[in-house]
């Protein structure tokens, strides 16, 4: 199974919403990226997970809180957005080893903030 | 630091002409350099990555590419264009070493019947 899942592939949420973001996989990488990507623009790292364990944080807003449960999960907790967080959120995963350290990514999930 | 830069925002190609997207890296050190593509409203995808092996890379959908160390270059070709090929190219690089990718701004191709 080669295969990154992200749910919801949509989501559509009011500015005092709180949601949840989730992406899997069972390839059995130890290290889990969140990305934000606007549109016609490249992914932007938000965060990485390296064996369960948050290594970075670019400096992303507090409303935005990662959470790596085991090893095969990884959540982004939704809370107080704002428009310009309309965005489309990429999981993606990788081994960790000597490199190279090509990244396996998911669908995506496409996040409206009203 | 690393950063890689794609010159060409927008590419148009006619069906079944060469295909050549330009991606030149900035690395202090021998770099791990990443094709990806993205479709509408999709993830990305890996298409291939140099690691040292062999500077001609081949990879999926018949797109390769060639490290040019002297040139500090990395671009992407494909010698006929289909049509399934539209989509959005992004290079990338990392350290070894890294976790983080660094990606360039994208290359947008569009295939003319």
């Known amino acids: 199974d080669t295969e990154v899942t992200q749910t919801p592939k949509h989501l559509v949420m009011g500015m005092t919403n709180k949601k949840s973001l989730k992406c899997e996989q069972h390839m059995g990488h130890r290290a889990m990226y969140w990305y934000k990507q606007k549109a016609k623009k490249p992914p932007e790292l938000m965060f990485v997970?390296?064996?369960?364990?948050?290594?970075i944080n670019e400096s992303v807003p507090s409303r935005f809180s990662p959470e790596c449960p085991n090893s095969s999960l990884l959540n982004l907790h939704l809370h107080a957005l704002q428009p310009e967080d309309s965005a489309l959120y990429l999981c993606?995963?990788?081994?960790?080893?000597?490199?190279?350290?090509?990244?396996?990514f998911g669908p995506g999930t496409r996040l409206t903030v009203t | 630091a690393q950063s890689v830069t794609q010159l060409g925002s927008h590419v148009s190609v006619s069906e079944g002409a060469l295909v050549l997207l330009r991606c030149n890296y900035s690395s202090s050190v021998p770099p791990y350099l990443f094709w990806y593509v993205q479709y509408p409203n999709q993830g990305l995808q890996l298409l291939l990555k140099?690691?040292?092996?062999?500077?001609l890379v081949k990879g999926i959908n018949g797109f390769e590419a060639e490290f040019k160390k002297s040139e500090t270059s990395f671009h992407l070709t494909k010698p006929s264009a289909h049509m399934s090929d539209a989509a959005e190219y992004f290079c990338?690089?990392?350290?070894?070493?890294?976790?983080?990718?660094?990606f360039g701004t994208g290359t947008r191709l569009t295939v003319i019947p």
């Open positions: 993606a995963s990788s081994p960790i080893s000597d490199g190279p350290y090509e990244q396996y």
């Open positions: 990338a690089v990392s350290d070894e070493g890294a976790n983080n990718l660094f």
């Open positions: 997970y390296s064996y369960e364990k948050l290594s």
């Open positions: 140099y690691t040292s092996a062999a500077t």
